[in-house]
């Protein structure tokens, strides 16, 4: 069946607007992720959704950054004026139930502010 | 702090050595994880190993936990080119709502 997807593939803008990333999960996973991983480093957990709703949004490092999920099914990751420290690889996961269980990754956004 | 940490940080080897990655963790887990993520990109799901298991096998892989020293190992068997990738592991966050992830061991194979 079809993996977790993800668009753009790469964005590259300009600092001060804004963007927007899109991930289609797994049809039928409840638990959705969003993940950023900077050049060299490890992930950095930003945003999990149950259903719709986002019990932790406690990574989220900015009130520049929001996310959304509707329908159970696609998320969109927004960030508003951007910033060069923004530039990163930005995941996104689904698991069939939560944290508990193996997640399946998209193969990611690569943003670039310049 | 990251909940999970690899070491080494990077490891090269030849094609057809065993290669070990070992990985520390700070607080109790229901059970570990182990990624492997190609190109800065995907991350994929190698194993996953519960609290009550100590070891655990797939295919080339094997892992190994112990919950007393906080630690788990990573082994792949008869290392191939296409293992060259960076590992990392991960374990549930204190909240109990996402996986952290380590900074990962960069392992490359050549043949």
């Known amino acids: 069946g079809a993996g977790v997807s993800q668009s753009p593939s790469n964005k590259v803008t300009e600092k001060g607007k804004d963007v927007e990333l899109r991930c289609d999960p797994i049809?039928?996973?409840?638990?959705l992720y969003w993940y950023r991983q900077s050049l060299g480093q490890g992930l950095e957990f930003l945003i999990y959704f149950q259903g719709n709703s986002a019990p932790d949004k406690s990574g989220l490092p900015s009130d520049r950054f929001s996310a959304e999920r509707t329908g159970g099914s696609v998320s969109t990751l927004t960030i508003q004026r951007t910033q060069q420290e923004d530039s990163a690889v930005y995941l996104c996961a689904s698991s069939r139930w939560g944290q508990n269980y193996e997640q399946y990754f998209g193969p990611g956004t690569r943003l670039t502010v310049t | 702090s990251q909940q999970g940490e690899e070491d080494p940080q990077a490891l090269s080897i030849q094609e057809g050595e065993n290669a070990t990655m070992n990985c520390s963790y700070k607080t109790s887990i229901n059970n570990l994880q182990w990624y492997r993520q190609n190109s800065g990109r995907g991350l994929v799901h190698l194993i996953l190993i519960r609290s009550n298991e100590r070891e655990k096998h797939s295919g080339r892989l094997r892992v190994t936990l112990d919950t007393s020293k906080k630690s788990s190992s990573l082994l792949i068997t008869a290392s191939r080119a296409a293992d060259t990738a960076s590992y990392f592991c991960a374990t549930v966050n204190q909240a109990g709502t996402a996986l952290i992830f380590g900074k990962g061991t960069t392992l490359s194979v050549s043949s």
């Open positions: 049809s039928g996973h409840t638990a």
